[in-house]
């Protein structure tokens, strides 16, 4: 597309071309002059975007509709669709593009431009690393990663500018199935992880699979041999035992972007910073609203805080993205339709997203889904780590996982378990369910237990890790002595949680294995008709099962130890 075409004639930003009428009550696009034209004026009648629309001449420098053209929210047919990124903050940023919509919906020119955004996007074929969708009775979880690559006027100065990009910033967001909380989980670029093979769509349509890299950064499953982001959701899902169904992928451009359409973001320095050995940021202690070059150095700077890892820029990237947020969700802005249409162009420009919310119209349904969290009900964590013990001592640039850390607060997000206090109200009734489920949880958990050897079972993978049937049979043979145990392989299909089905005659055993498992009651089901003597149960191994012996459970959060790092978005804390 043109300059016109794309909305930018004369350098002129789409959000100042939509102005309010007071005499009508509705929004008109007003485009600039250009040479030997009078201004124009479209009006966007308010009608359902359903409702039919007389057709009206396009105004100079909107796209007139071609023959063919998709329906707002469709792909274009033959339009290639560039490798781009995007980010976290988007999350909620397409939400206040989601009232712009509706305030252009139904008129010819709201159609354009809605096509134009939609053009924006960058989309990539993750080939099957996630789940391609999501369901409205089901938590989301979205892979937020934001690259290192240099692309971008100014962005050269920030390290090495030829450089295909890392998974700098990674933050898996869980948000849960009733959609009242989140919780945004960092992942450490030095994390040394194992990365599986990985297969990847090529330009001409094949796929090429990417050999698996043991014990390597974490950083290295984006960009490096060829990896694209369903790479490092792969390696994400194999970290932490969670399905991913999403990512969004942001440059540096990004931060940029954002952080200027929003009118600049508030932060709060604890003392003084001067980082002139990297991102050259130079701020004075006390508050500060930053945008541009500004916010992109705060968030990059590993020597302005804390004790200059990663880890400390990390929990600076953590109270930007808190602030980003309250600053959208704020008043100033959601009243203001010019920061809607700008925060939708830089976010929907800066955008990189997989083939599932490949379009405006389902980042508009993922919008809807995330809209009502409260900012309080929102924490920030990290994974926790540890020193790399096999680095010698006063080299310590890489981290392995604290797996006394690390597994329940896994577990709870496995679990669905929030990390904040939702509306008393609302805890109060599901506390009062929890009890009740409990209590007929107990009960069908009492009763004789049989002996390890009367146990029969099939084991069978349906969504846990790679070699979880095997390593299970091995492990209730060896160790529990259950002989009469087998491992089926692959289930038939994939399974929400782990589960175990038995027949009403095999009460006792699947008390027993439950005991040996750690399985909860809930993933107990059993059948209506006895079976006979040597009938197996059946065990389906699910994403929320990590090695036999660990309970299944998520722990409460009063439980999550205390050194686990946490931050609420809705709090404002001075950066030290």
Not at 345 to 360: F, M, Q
Request: charged share 25%; proline share 6%; hydrophobic share 35%.
């Amino acid at each position: 597309m043109d300059a016109q075409s794309r909305g930018r004639a004369d350098e002129i930003d789409p959000a100042d071309q939509w102005v309010l009428n007071p005499r009508t009550g509705n929004y008109e696009l007003r485009l600039a002059d250009s040479a030997a034209q009078a201004r124009p004026k479209v009006t966007a009648p308010r009608r359902s975007p359903s409702a039919p629309s007389t057709p009206t001449k396009p105004a100079p420098g909107v796209p007139r509709p071609r023959r063919g053209d998709p329906p707002p929210g469709g792909r274009r047919g033959g339009r290639s669709r560039k490798l781009g990124g995007g980010g976290r903050k988007k999350a909620l940023a397409i939400t206040g593009g989601v009232v712009a919509f509706l305030l252009v919906g139904g008129a010819v020119a709201g159609y354009l431009y809605y096509d134009h955004l939609n053009g924006n996007l960058s989309v990539t074929d993750v080939a099957g690393a996630g789940t391609g969708g999501f369901k409205k009775d089901q938590p989301i979880n979205i892979l937020v990663i934001g690259t290192d690559k240099r692309t971008g006027a100014g962005n050269e100065n920030y390290g090495d500018k030829d450089s295909v990009g890392h998974a700098d910033t990674t933050i898996l967001f869980h948000v849960s199935k009733d959609r009242t909380n989140a919780t945004a989980l960092s992942i450490p670029r030095d994390l040394i992880t194992n990365i599986p093979a990985c297969p990847t769509k090529q330009p001409d349509g094949s796929t090429k699979t990417i050999a698996p890299t043991k014990n390597t950064r974490f950083n290295t499953s984006l960009g490096q041999e060829g990896r694209d982001a369903g790479c490092t959701m792969r390696t994400v899902k194999e970290l932490t035992g969670i399905e991913v169904d999403h990512f969004m992928m942001a440059d540096f451009n990004a931060v940029k972007t954002l952080s200027t359409a929003v009118g600049g973001v508030p932060v709060c320095l604890d003392k003084a910073v001067n980082d002139e050995e990297g991102s050259h940021l130079k701020l004075d202690a006390g508050e500060h609203r930053l945008e541009g070059e500004q916010a992109l150095a705060f968030v990059r700077t590993r020597h302005g805080f804390g004790n200059n890892s990663d880890l400390d820029r990390i929990r600076i990237q953590q109270q930007f993205l808190g602030s980003m947020m309250r600053e959208m969700k704020s008043k100033e802005t959601l009243t203001s339709p010019k920061k809607f249409l700008s925060l939708a162009e830089a976010a929907t420009k800066s955008l990189g997203v997989d083939s599932g919310i490949g379009s405006i119209g389902k980042l508009t349904d993922l919008a809807g889904e995330l809209k009502g969290i409260d900012t309080k009900n929102i924490t920030f964590t990290t994974l926790p780590v540890k020193d790399n013990p096999a680095e010698p001592e006063g080299k310590k640039a890489t981290v392995v996982v604290e797996k006394s850390l690390a597994d329940p607060l896994l577990q709870m997000i496995r679990g669905d378990v929030s990390l904040t206090e939702v509306e008393k109200k609302e805890q109060a009734a599901k506390e009062a369910a929890d009890a009740d489920a409990k209590a007929k949880q107990d009960a069908l958990l009492q009763g004789n237990r049989a002996a390890a050897a009367d146990v029969r079972v099939s084991v069978y993978n349906g969504g846990g890790p790679k070699g979880s049937a095997s390593t299970t049979l091995n492990w209730l043979q060896n160790s529990k002595g259950v002989s009469k145990s087998s491992n089926d392989g692959n289930a038939p299909s994939k399974v929400d949680a782990t589960q175990l089905e038995y027949a009403p005659n095999q009460a006792d055993q699947a008390r027993a294995l439950a005991d040996m498992m750690g399985l909860p009651a809930t993933a107990l089901k059993v059948g209506t008709a006895d079976a006979s003597a040597k009938t197996p149960m059946k065990l389906t191994l699910g994403p929320d099962f990590q090695q036999p012996g660990t309970p299944l459970t998520a722990p409460a959060p009063q439980q999550l130890p205390q050194d686990v790092q946490q931050a609420q978005a809705d709090k404002a804390i001075c950066a030290k």
